[in-house]
């Protein structure tokens, strides 16, 4: 190989390892959780997760990550307040999830919102969903 | 003789800019009668609002208003309008010519308590947004006046199909402008657009 073609190829090289570097720091690391999200959650805690006054609460909130066994418990059974005399549900439950699909919505949620870099397991999450099923019945 | 003739036609292009329209178009369909030319009108309408108090289009006369139709048990695309609605609430919260309405399309469960509490949980000043109650089919009636769709289907979660348009009304009851209430980068525009109207 020829210095010129050396120089050639190390460019190439260098400039394609550069453009793997920068996409992959804007890729979002929790793509399936993300999709979950904006199905599923978005429309009324926005996709910013702020929320909309008192009415939804935001996300924002490091309180939150600190109990993963609430927010999985809220997630697969809602929540329901009394409103002038009645019943009503505030938040809808979500009783199908999956534990998988609910690993991947906790790790974007604790990406996006939460910035506490913990990423939760399978088998972690599982558990607190059996837990969850276990004590509504 | 150059200069002069470049000079001239700066002069007729920024006189063109000076010049244009600013004032917004009336929406919606409109006829000849007698020879004059009849705007596209909302229909006259009476409402409770959450603090039980009758509002009339009337009394909006001296006001423009922004619009947008809802129920508070909506799961799908109410909050995201209803947070642009606030985004201009808060825009105009010390102009007392802008108001805001939200017609509940859901008046069984929309009462006025349930709308009462729902603003309360908005933090918003009952007298300038008035969340209206009455009757259930001429509220999805006059949707249609403000180009809202709005019907009711069992198989749509809430019981409730309705666009997420924020419309914007004049004192007279003419449509003047509207913004995608699910879509934020449509606000500005639409804010822009208020203050063209109070202009007016």
Request: proline share 4%.
């Amino acid at each position: 190989m020829t210095s010129k073609h050396f120089l050639k190829s190390s460019f190439l090289f260098t400039s394609f390892s550069i453009f793997l570097i920068f996409s992959g720091c804007n890729h979002q690391k929790f793509p399936q959780g993300q999709r979950i999200y904006s199905a599923r959650c978005s429309n009324c805690h926005m996709p910013d997760g702020n929320g909309l006054g008192k009415l939804i609460p935001s996300l924002h909130n490091d309180n939150l990550a600190l109990n993963s066994q609430h927010v999985v418990c809220t997630i697969l059974n809602g929540i329901n307040a009394d409103s002038l005399g009645q019943t009503i549900s505030v938040m809808p439950a979500f009783p199908d999830m999956t534990a998988v699909e609910m690993t991947n919505l906790i790790n974007y949620l604790t990406s996006e919102f939460w910035k506490s870099g913990e990423v939760s397991k399978i088998s972690n999450i599982t558990q607190l969903v059996n837990d969850c099923r276990n004590s509504k019945k | 003789m150059k200069y002069n003739a470049l000079l001239f036609f700066v002069f007729v292009i920024l006189y063109s800019c000076k010049n244009e329209s600013t004032e917004l178009p009336i929406l919606g369909n409109q006829y000849e009668e007698n020879g004059k030319v009849v705007h596209h009108k909302i229909r006259d309408w009476s409402f409770l609002n959450q603090d039980s108090i009758t509002i009339t289009n009337d009394q909006l006369s001296d006001n423009i208003y922004i619009a947008d139709f809802f129920f508070t048990s909506c799961p799908s695309i109410c909050p995201k309008v209803q947070r642009e609605m606030l985004a201009i609430y808060k825009e105009f919260e010390d102009e007392p010519r802008v108001k805001l309405i939200s017609f509940s399309i859901d008046p069984k469960r929309d009462t006025v308590g349930k709308l009462k509490e729902y603003a309360a949980k908005m933090e918003i000043d009952n007298s300038k947004w008035y969340m209206l109650t009455g009757d259930k089919d001429f509220t999805l009636d006059l949707a249609e006046d403000y180009f809202i769709v709005a019907y009711e289907d069992e198989e749509v979660p809430g019981g409730f199909d309705h666009s997420g348009k924020i419309i914007l009304v004049d004192g007279n009851g003419h449509v003047r402008s509207f913004s995608e209430g699910t879509d934020e980068t449509t606000t500005p525009k639409l804010i822009n657009d208020i203050k063209t109207l109070l202009k007016e």
